[in-house]
């Protein structure tokens, strides 16, 4: 069965390193979205991507964050430089269709963040 | 602004009783509701959506626009059913989803 891949599982960095996450959705997902979840609350949409294109990046902190996808296949997302608030987990998830009509978003395993 | 609010952050009940989870929404437009599970130690899942009108392992959740709620209900609880549950909501063409918090459902033997 087809998922979302993210590396690292687990990262530990300290504050003001720069760290980088990657995502491979599932192949033919034309839409990928990288989400924030501190502990205790739920996932919250950083960016999202139709193909190669970012189609919503309101909630990302753009002095330090950056996501790309250049391909329109598998993405990454950096953040320079890191912050004690930065700790996380980042969940990557994609979906099949882009425009009209819902399809459900598979999600990856997450990458947890620890900045120390 | 969208929002969704799940009051609930733990809720306890024996096996065989009824359970029901709270997810109130607002939003100005025709949102599409979802929820998503969490199993220990597994990936966030898509539970159901609401414009299927469907019943997941024995779950169902009714879209009530007056009340603006979208209520996960199950009438009798398993063990298994023990998991992080989240509502969330889009807009049409699935556009900015937003997630609740979250409610952790415990089910006690």
């Known amino acids: 069965e087809a998922e979302v891949a993210q590396s690292p599982r687990y990262k530990i960095t300290e504050k003001s390193q720069a760290v980088a996450f990657w995502c491979d959705p599932i192949s033919g997902h034309a839409t990928l979205y990288w989400y924030r979840q501190i502990l205790g609350q739920g996932p919250e949409l950083l960016v999202q991507f139709q193909d190669e294109s970012v189609v919503d990046d309101s909630q990302l902190p753009k002095d330090r964050f950056s996501a790309e996808r250049l391909k329109g296949v598998d993405s990454t997302l950096k953040i320079q430089p890191a912050e004690l608030g930065d700790s996380a987990m980042y969940l990557c998830?994609?979906?099949?269709?882009?425009?009209?009509?819902?399809?459900?978003?598979?999600f990856g395993q997450g990458t947890r963040l620890t900045v120390v | 602004a969208q929002r969704v609010t799940q009051p609930e952050k733990l809720l306890s009940v024996f096996k065989g009783a009824p359970v029901e989870l709270k997810c109130n929404y607002s939003?100005?437009?025709?949102?599409?509701l979802f929820w998503y599970v969490q199993y220990s130690r597994q990936r966030l899942q898509l539970l159901l959506r609401?414009?299927s009108r469907e019943s997941i392992k024995g779950f169902t959740a009714d879209l009530n626009k007056g009340e603006t709620s979208f209520h996960l209900k199950k009438p009798f609880a398993q063990e298994e059913d023990s998991a992080m549950y989240y509502c969330a909501l889009s807009r049409t063409g699935g556009f900015k989803t937003i997630f609740g918090a979250g409610t952790r459902l415990f089910v006690k033997a």
């Open positions: 609401h414009i």
């Open positions: 998830a994609s979906s099949p269709r882009k425009g009209a009509g819902w399809t459900e978003a598979f």
């Open positions: 939003y100005s437009g025709s949102p599409e």
